[in-house]
């Protein structure tokens, strides 16, 4: 199966514009598609004929009724959850620290088709060039299919044998697209950013991985050009030799290598179409909630198109961007069963059509690949319809609360608050947790300035104390109680940074923001924390 990118917009738009009706037969297809599961037989999927039914039948959920039939799934029982075979389990800790483990179809594949490439294909396809993903997705495309592989990295490798990636539309080819191991993959990817000048698209799965990409350019470039003009990879980064020697047989000219050197020493601001002068394109998934690290990432990219790519989770891709520089999604109505719980709380679901404009959902999801009536932890407000498809925006994880003393402040007022500071010290990452060690308690933000400041910061620390209480005004009332005390703020290096979120857990995986610390700060680690910095 070949994906066409306008037939593809083209066909997502389509069905839109039928999504109740698509939504409806998807449950049908589910239902009698399944009846012979053991779920199916449980809850009797073969006499289900429609919504109301289904919804009297089966009970909200979460992971843990899952569990146990997943389990058995992982120990090679089939026909237990779905009778589509399954390619992979996606682990994930999930919010409360809990390992699960979320399986994905071959179904549910051909139904998310090309959504997270069909824009960047578009672009490749008028302006030509190449795309430059700077992730690498932990899969050898010479051996059978890994088990725990990201959602993302399933459905490249799913893409890839269904014929519908073109390798020479990569720069630095599958080679370094799919392996099991690069090593030192940031000095891998620099090196073939470095050695390719034609690149018109440049993605990677998070966009925060593309701002780790450009601070190690900032710092490592010298590092890197010096290993290509000798052409020899120090012995010191742990990089495979087939890696190596792909490398080294990368052709670049001593033309490219002193147009690079020269553009570096001048400065990493706007460095990526100094870089790529056909640059059109900048795609990867973030939301307002990233808001402080995309503001940063800009200063390195320039006036190039954002495209915020999708809206999904190890249990689904849900939502296709509508338009480039928009954080809005539209739900893609072929991927999954939909119903949606008012964000306030309540047990009554309400279906696409019967949501209303501005107001705030969770989506439940009865996808293909065994979730049934599936509760999302997302808090999602309805933007907007295209057709009878809702369109939305992502505001926050619902589990990502903080509280002290009964302020019960949502991230994205924090998010929202620090985005709004002043830009002198230019915060570009941030980490915020509850200092419980402390009476009265207050927050702990844990951040790094661009600038190169170091230390505690009051002005920043009263400013964000004004910012939360104009946001939040039980905070603001605990705070005139002195049942809260002002925030503390600690800018610290870079390094120093990456040390406290492993200390703390957040590290790992794609690097996305991790704002949220909940419980990982502790007297110990403050204190260790302000004496690194």
């Given at each position: 199966m070949h994906f066409d990118n306008a037939e593809y917009w083209h066909q997502l738009?389509?069905?839109c514009f039928h999504a109740d009706e698509i939504n409806r037969n998807n449950l049908l297809a589910l239902m009698r598609d399944n009846?012979?599961?053991?779920?199916?037989?449980?809850?009797d999927f073969g006499t289900i004929d429609g919504i109301d039914e289904y919804r009297r039948r089966l009970p909200l959920s979460h992971y843990e009724p899952f569990r146990g039939y997943v389990d058995s799934m992982l120990e090679g029982k089939n026909n237990v959850l779905t009778v589509y075979p399954v390619e992979n389990y996606c682990r994930t800790s999930g919010t409360e620290g809990i390992a699960k483990?979320?399986?994905?179809?071959?179904?549910?594949?051909?139904?998310?088709?090309?959504?997270?490439?069909?824009?960047?294909?578009?672009?490749?396809?008028?302006?030509?060039?190449?795309?430059?993903?700077?992730?690498?997705?932990?899969?050898?495309?010479?051996?059978e299919s890994t088990k725990d592989l990201l959602l993302?990295?399933?459905l490249f490798r799913y893409l890839y044998e269904e014929g519908s990636l073109d390798e020479s539309h990569f720069a630095g080819g599958f080679k370094t697209l799919f392996s099991d191991s690069l090593g030192d993959r940031l000095f891998v990817k620099l090196w073939v950013g470095f050695a390719e000048r034609d690149i018109t698209v440049l993605e990677s799965i998070f966009l925060y991985d593309l701002l780790i990409f450009f601070t190690y350019l900032e710092e490592f470039w010298e590092e890197v050009l010096s290993a290509m003009a000798k052409r020899r990879i120090p012995e010191g980064y742990k990089?495979?030799?087939?890696?190596?020697?792909?490398?080294?047989?990368?052709?670049?000219?001593?033309?490219?290598?002193?147009?690079?050197?020269?553009?570096?020493m001048g400065g990493a601001y706007g460095i990526a179409k100094?870089?790529?002068?056909?640059?059109?394109?900048?795609?990867g998934v973030s939301n307002r909630s990233y808001f402080t690290e995309d503001k940063t990432l800009r200063a390195y990219i320039g006036d190039a198109q954002y495209y915020y790519l999708a809206y999904c989770a190890s249990e689904c891709y849900m939502g296709a961007a509508v338009d480039d520089n928009d954080f809005n999604y539209v739900f893609m109505p072929r991927t999954a069963f939909y119903e949606f719980l008012p964000a306030?709380?309540?047990e009554t679901t309400y279906l696409p059509l019967e949501l209303e404009l501005g107001k705030c959902y969770k989506p439940v999801i009865t996808n293909f690949s065994g979730l049934y009536r599936y509760v999302m932890e997302d808090i999602l407000r309805v933007q907007g319809f295209l057709g009878k498809s809702p369109i939305f925006e992502f505001i926050m994880r619902s589990s990502q609360t903080l509280n002290i003393a009964g302020e019960k402040m949502d991230i994205h007022l924090i998010e929202k608050a620090i985005s709004e500071l002043d830009d002198k010290n230019s915060i570009s990452e941030w980490t915020i947790g509850i200092e419980h060690d402390t009476t009265p308690g207050r927050y702990f933000i844990a951040a790094v300035s661009s600038k190169g400041y170091v230390g505690f910061n009051t002005d920043i620390s009263n400013k964000l104390d004004e910012k939360l209480s104009e946001y939040n005004p039980d905070y603001a009332d605990l705070r005139q109680m002195d049942y809260i005390r002002r925030p503390q703020v600690l800018l610290m290096k870079p390094g120093t940074y990456g040390n406290v979120l492993k200390e703390i857990g957040l590290a790992g995986g794609h690097k996305k923001p991790n704002h949220v610390a909940n419980n990982g700060f502790t007297y110990q680690l403050y204190r260790k924390w302000v004496e690194e910095a």
């Open positions: 738009e389509e069905d009846k012979d599961t053991e779920i199916g037989k449980t809850y483990n979320i399986p994905v179809t071959s179904e549910a594949f051909r139904r998310y088709g090309n959504a997270v490439g069909y824009r960047q294909e578009e672009i490749i396809n008028e302006f030509g060039g190449k795309r430059f993903m700077i992730n690498t997705f932990r899969t050898d495309l010479s051996k993302s990295e399933s990089i495979p030799e087939d890696i190596r020697n792909y490398l080294l047989s990368l052709p670049v000219s001593n033309d490219r290598l002193n147009e690079v050197r020269t553009l570096c100094k870089l790529w002068p056909g640059l059109k394109l900048v795609s306030e709380g309540g």
